[in-house]
T-cell receptor, first 110, second 115 residues
């Protein structure tokens, strides 16, 4: 079974810092990797989708990379803002399921 | 586009009661699924459907039923609610099983408490 780990579980940074969130997985037989953002008490908002043939995707201040051979993905957030405070989840698409990590709770301090 | 719509947003049930969580999408997605989110355990798949009339079990299907009579709707039924089913439930949809093109779209969730 696919195991997905996100480290750290929680992270606090001052506003303006660049930061990296990590996601590791045990089975490289994946179709896609998707990063989500979840605000407290809310649903999941898709941030970036990396298909298995791709190595990275960018959207605004966000950049996500995928290295299937090492079982790792990173989400890079540039010039962090207080509005970036949320829980970030990575999810991998297998044969019939999304496998989620337990997330990294990010706090950006003004 | 409304995307994926879930109702109700909150619900309190007594042990043994039954209820249906509603999920509807307007994106003509073939694939729909239900997840539950519990603290420290991430999101886990309950049931999924690859098209109208086709459903299958996920990782934690016990105590839940689903049906898919139309492309748009995928309701989740709790047959006899138990405190262990206290959770936040999310419905998701995608163009395909593997989430190609645009990946998965999630609803805003239903927070269920069973007392």
């Amino acid at each position: 079974k696919q195991e997905v780990t996100q480290i750290p579980a929680a992270l606090s940074v001052p506003e303006g810092e660049n930061l990296v969130l990590n996601c590791s997985f045990t089975d490289s037989a994946i179709y896609n990797l998707q990063w989500f953002r979840q605000d407290p008490g809310k649903g999941l908002t898709s941030l970036l989708l990396i298909q298995s043939s791709q190595r990275e995707q960018t959207s605004g201040r966000l950049n996500a990379s995928l290295d299937k051979s090492s079982g790792r993905s990173t989400l890079y957030i540039a010039a962090s803002q207080p509005g970036d405070s949320a829980t970030y989840l990575c999810a991998l698409t297998g044969a019939n399921n999304l496998f989620f990590g337990t997330g990294t709770r990010l706090t950006v301090i003004p | 586009n409304a995307g994926v719509t879930q109702t109700p947003k909150f619900q309190v049930l007594k042990t043994g009661q039954s209820m249906t969580l509603q999920c509807a999408q307007d994106m003509n997605h073939e694939y729909m699924s239900w997840y539950r989110q519990d603290p420290g355990m991430g999101l886990r798949l309950i049931h999924y459907s690859v098209g109208a009339g086709i459903t299958d079990q996920g990782e934690v299907p016990n105590g839940y039923n689903v049906s898919r009579s139309t492309t748009e709707d995928f309701p989740l039924r709790l047959l006899s609610a138990a405190p262990s089913q206290t959770s936040v439930y999310f419905c998701a949809s995608s163009y395909s099983l593997i989430g190609e093109d645009y990946g998965y779209t999630f609803g805003s969730g239903t927070r269920l408490t069973v007392v």
